[in-house]
């Protein structure tokens, strides 16, 4: 069974429109993370939920909106997409510990294509 | 300024030899995390080793070994017996604090491998 998916896994749209990355995980972690991995790869956290809860919030446009329904799903809506949110974007999952080995899950990536 | 420096933007070796990719980071926190991800070309992120602040070895996993060294903060990722499938991408990675007791990991830009035969 996977443990973090997303879809879909690519995604062609049109400047201007609206789309959605939805995520899942069957890890019963507490935490969900979107991180954006730009064309040189660099890989950069956008959004942070725990429990339903919004916890970190990166410089991101407002244009990007995640939700989480509950704690095993957290999705991505982008409003009026724009060439440079053209990009891989990552899910990740983990259990919430202070200490230790909070090792990240990511899901297999979406491939963003803005035309 | 960047929290996670990784010096080499790609790095060649022979199939079966050993490779030492290079991470440096940055950090005032005394508790933190060091991770290292693994990228092939097909795009997904897989966990290879982790080593925390306090712990007092070096970790190791399978054929990955992780050089932590302190005082000079730094963390690079060892490989010995390299092999053809170990050609990828190279992320190291820091959980740092994120206000309260909320976490985030800071990646650095990566290392390109490429395993020759």
């Known amino acids: 069974d996977t443990a973090v998916s997303q879809t879909p896994k690519y995604l062609v749209t049109q400047m201007g429109n609206d789309k959605s990355i939805k995520c899942e995980q069957n890890?019963?972690?507490?935490?969900m993370y979107w991180y954006k991995q730009d064309s040189k790869k660099f890989l950069k956290i956008m959004f942070s939920?725990?429990?339903?809860?919004?916890?970190i919030n990166e410089t991101v446009p407002n244009r990007f909106s995640p939700k989480s329904p509950d704690k095993a799903h957290l999705n991505l809506h982008i409003n009026s997409l724009e060439l440079g949110d053209s990009a891989v974007y990552f899910c990740?999952?983990?259990?919430?510990?202070?200490?230790?080995?909070?090792?990240?899950?990511f899901g297999p990536g979406t491939r963003l294509t803005v035309l | 300024a960047q929290k996670i420096t990784q010096t080499q933007p790609g790095m060649f070796v022979q199939e079966k030899e050993a490779v030492t990719l290079d991470c440096t980071y940055d950090?005032?926190?005394?508790?933190?995390?060091l991770f290292w991800y693994k990228q092939p070309s097909s795009g997904e992120m897989i966990f290879l080793i982790y080593?925390?602040?306090?712990?007092?070895q070096n970790a190791t996993e399978g054929r990955y070994s992780l050089n932590f060294q302190k005082a000079r903060k730094s963390a690079n990722l060892v490989i010995s017996a390299s092999q053809l499938g170990d050609s990828a991408m190279y992320f190291c990675?820091?959980?740092?604090?994120?206000?309260?007791?909320?976490?985030?990991?800071?990646f650095g830009k990566g290392t390109l491998l490429t395993v020759n035969p």
């Open positions: 990740a999952s983990s259990p919430r510990l202070r200490q230790g080995n909070n090792e990240q899950f």
């Open positions: 080593q925390g602040s306090y712990d007092q």
């Open positions: 939920y725990n429990n339903k809860e919004l916890i």
């Open positions: 950090t005032s926190d005394p508790s933190y995390g």
């Open positions: 890890l019963g972690h507490d935490t």
């Open positions: 990675a820091m959980r740092e604090r994120s206000g309260g007791s909320n976490y985030k990991l800071t």
